[in-house]
């Protein structure tokens, strides 16, 4: 396939010699890039592609850009720059792919690669200051909840909505404020001790990451995690120096703030001892289990951060491995329907589907239904409902719509990007179907709470 000359047209200099493009700072690595062999298979698994329907923006296209840029025959520019932009960076062309390509780690370089080395418009610049000076930082987070929470009790999202006029004035905040779960006093509080002991004998100690939007927004998904654990044997200690994953940061290129936050996690659980690292939100999981590789260019960490990744559990996935001691009830006095929607950076990031549902299997009464196209982003993907919300709002229609086709009761999601995605457009077609962490249901069938559905 030929590069459109476009590309060159836009952005480039006079002279192809004077392209500006990738600096030596590890651009995509050209091995992987000539791994592919533009089968095509990767194209019906692309949300991107999907919905937008050009083949530039598509896993296979992306790569031709990579590559050409690589070569020096186009320019790193708005034109190349809006199409790596668009990629959710879901992976499910990673799990697709008969030849085995590595885009995770072809979009992942690229990604880096843009933020220093193109200058994006300045619109661009500030929504995306705001994005990473807010959601990776609770502590400065949790002081912005309290205007938002006047906001909300005061009625001013309902008009705001109703009006339309953020949307007119910034699509890109309107896409924020749609997602804005209710802030509640709990976004404040700050109830787990350091240590909590095992129920009964103590098999493993382990740690638990707390999260950013999961710790402010979902407290109780947290809170029900660690009753959890210490219900089926683990001493759970929390660490308070602990800060972000560095999950959004590292998805959208930022390097150094990545690498400094990866760097806070680790030095948090260092004197801690424990067996395991858990996590239960699926994108931070992910990230937490590439710090080898996030931190590989620095000899005083690349050791800790691999032995600190090798930890790392997703607490499904630790759960469904080391086994339930605790008795489970039903949640309900009838059957449960419930539909398990598969996250993106557990399912093609992590490889974990399976053990979701059989922890959630075990619950007497459950009956799990799968919707189709199950593999599918539903649009959230860390920030990019943010920063793509056309895009975006599409395809949180297309999840909606297949989870409530399977007729479930309820749904469980284990990422609170999916989690609030999800709700929106549950919202946005009239549905009341609640959204549970596993963990959740977990926690109420181990406490005999019924749900009240």
Do not use: W
Request: aromatic share 6%; proline share 5%.
């Amino acid at each position: 396939m030929q590069v459109s000359e476009s590309f060159v047209d836009k952005g480039a200099t006079a002279s192809l010699k004077n392209l500006k493009g990738f600096d030596v700072q590890h651009p995509p690595d050209p091995k992987l890039i000539d791994s592919c062999v533009h089968c095509g298979f990767c194209l019906s698994t692309c949300p991107s592609y999907r919905v937008i329907g050009k083949e530039m923006d598509s896993p296979r296209g992306r790569i031709y850009l990579m590559d050409a840029i690589n070569e020096g025959e186009i320019a790193l520019n708005t034109a190349t720059t809006e199409h790596f932009d668009s990629c959710l960076g879901c992976l499910a062309c990673v799990t697709t792919c008969p030849s085995g390509v590595q885009y995770d780690k072809l979009i992942s370089a690229t990604r880096h690669q843009v933020e220093r080395n193109y200058s994006r418009s300045l619109p661009d610049r500030l929504v995306r200051k705001l994005i990473f000076s807010l959601f990776p930082y609770p502590k400065v987070l949790r002081v912005f909840l309290v205007p938002l929470l006047v906001y909300q009790r005061l009625g001013f999202d309902k008009l705001v909505r109703a009006t339309g006029l953020l949307q007119k004035i910034s699509p890109r905040l309107a896409a924020m404020e749609s997602i804005l779960p209710a802030i509640t006093l709990k976004s404040f509080q700050d109830n787990l001790p350091t240590v909590i002991r095992a129920q009964g004998e103590k098999r493993y100690r382990v740690g638990v990451i707390l999260g950013c939007v999961q710790q402010l927004f979902f407290s109780p998904v947290n809170e029900a995690t660690v009753r959890v654990l210490t219900a089926n044997g683990c001493e759970v200690v929390i660490p308070k120096s602990q800060g972000c994953c560095a999950a959004l940061p590292e998805h959208q290129g930022q390097t150094v703030q990545a690498q400094a936050l990866a760097r806070q996690m680790i030095d948090s659980f260092a004197k801690t001892d424990v067996d395991f690292v858990i996590i239960n939100a699926a994108g931070c999981g992910h990230t937490l289990k590439e710090y080898g590789h996030i931190l590989a260019d620095d000899p005083e960490y690349r050791e800790k951060a691999q032995d600190f990744a090798a930890k790392v559990k997703d607490a499904q996935e630790f759960l469904a491995t080391v086994g339930l001691t605790t008795k489970l009830s039903p949640l309900s006095d009838n059957s449960l329907n419930l539909v398990y929607q598969d996250a993106c950076h557990l399912l093609h990031g992590q490889k974990i589907s399976v053990q979701p549902r059989q922890l959630l299997r075990q619950i007497p009464g459950v009956k799990l239904r799968e919707p189709i196209d199950a593999a599918l982003c539903c649009g959230s993907a860390g920030v990019y409902n943010m920063l793509q919300p056309e895009v975006a709002e599409e395809l949180g229609k297309q999840k909606v719509q297949n989870l409530l086709n399977t007729g479930a009761d309820l749904i469980a999601s284990a990422n609170p990007g999916c989690t609030l995605q999800i709700t929106k457009h549950l919202k946005l077609q009239g549905q009341e179907i609640s959204v549970m962490h596993p963990m959740e249901l977990l926690d109420y069938s181990i406490r005999g709470v019924k749900l009240g559905l």
